[in-house]
């Protein structure tokens, strides 16, 4: 039940990216005793920084936070499956869990494309799960892109 209602919350920070114009993509960073530690959205665009994702928002404010950039124990729920430099920051912060909504079949390293988090040879593993509001995650991408094509052949 808890995963249902992070998710809700990171589909709540992935409308404030698309209000903005952004990838609705949202992430909530939650700590070990189920805290709410960090909320982030997708920044790129406005930030101008191409590491600015929803999940990197998130560490950074969390890690702020804690004052540690090491963040045992907690657990990151992202709308959208996570990408390689995604993954790779929160080993790094040695989250013990990663929950994402909807899979992404050209950038996922959670299984989709590629699998990192198993991966034995990196010095940290961590729990993923997959497919929590997974219809909801979706349909804000499809709806989103779907929008921005339709806007797109309107200007040609």
Same mark, same amino acid.
């Given at each position: 039940?808890?995963?249902?209602?992070?998710? &809700?919350?990171?589909?709540?920070?992935?409308?404030?990216?698309?209000? !903005? %114009?952004e990838?609705?993509?949202?992430?909530?960073?939650?700590?070990?005793?189920? &805290?709410?530690?960090?909320?982030?959205?997708? /920044?790129?665009?406005?930030?101008?920084?191409?590491?600015?994702h929803?999940?990197?928002?998130? !560490? /950074?404010?969390?890690?702020?936070?804690?004052?540690? #950039?090491?963040?045992?124990?907690?657990?990151? #729920?992202?709308?959208l499956?996570?990408? +390689?430099?995604?993954?790779?920051?929160?080993?790094?912060?040695? !989250?013990?869990?990663?929950?994402?909504? +909807?899979?992404?079949?050209?950038?996922?390293?959670?299984?989709?494309? !590629? =699998?990192?988090?198993?991966?034995?040879?990196? =010095?940290? &593993?961590?729990?993923?799960?997959?497919?929590?509001?997974?219809?909801?995650? %979706?349909?804000?991408? /499809?709806?989103?892109?779907?929008? /921005?094509?339709?806007?797109?052949?309107?200007?040609?």
């Amino acid at each position: 039940m808890a995963d249902i209602a992070w998710m &809700q919350l990171a589909l709540a920070q992935a409308a404030q990216a698309q209000q !903005l %114009g952004e990838v609705p993509v949202g992430a909530v960073l939650v700590d070990a005793q189920g &805290q709410l530690l960090a909320t982030g959205f997708n /920044r790129t665009i406005i930030d101008h920084d191409p590491t600015a994702h929803a999940e990197i928002v998130a !560490l /950074r404010l969390g890690a702020k936070r804690v004052q540690n #950039y090491r963040l045992p124990g907690a657990s990151l #729920y992202v709308t959208l499956e996570p990408c +390689a430099m995604c993954l790779g920051a929160m080993l790094h912060a040695r !989250l013990a869990r990663v929950v994402f909504g +909807a899979p992404d079949p050209k950038t996922g390293v959670c299984g989709s494309v !590629l =699998n990192l988090a198993l991966e034995k040879k990196l =010095n940290h &593993q961590t729990q993923v799960q997959g497919g929590i509001l997974a219809q909801a995650c %979706g349909d804000t991408l /499809r709806d989103f892109f779907k929008e /921005r094509r339709s806007k797109e052949i309107k200007h040609d």
